[in-house]
């Protein structure tokens, strides 16, 4: 599993709409936006062609400028399974 997290930069104008896009596509999620424009998202995707192509998909999206990967963490399924079961046993 890859999570990234990426900072999105959007038309201020177009910033509804650019959301709504966002929160639409498989595996992403938005987490905050200001309103000059920019949004914090969250990327889950299996592999790293997936994680590549949901980024190009942002960056698609009618109304985003530009969108940087700021952090990157892959982790194993397997270990995943572990760390949820753990913080649930909590």
């Known amino acids: 599993m890859n999570i990234s997290g990426i900072v999105v930069r959007a038309r201020p104008d177009r910033l509804d709409q650019v959301r709504a896009r966002l929160e639409a596509l498989e595996g992403v999620e938005v987490h905050a936006a ?3 424009g920019k949004l914090v998202v969250t990327v889950e995707a299996e592999g790293e062609r997936q994680l590549a ?3 190009v998909g942002i960056e698609s999206v ?3 400028l530009a969108a940087s990967l700021v952090y990157h963490q892959h982790e194993d399924d397997e ?3 572990e760390i949820v079961e753990q913080e649930a046993e909590q």
């Open 34 to 36: 200001n309103e000059e």
């Open 53 to 55: 192509d949901r980024v």
């Open 62 to 64: 009618p109304g985003v």
């Open 79 to 81: 270990k995943l399974d």
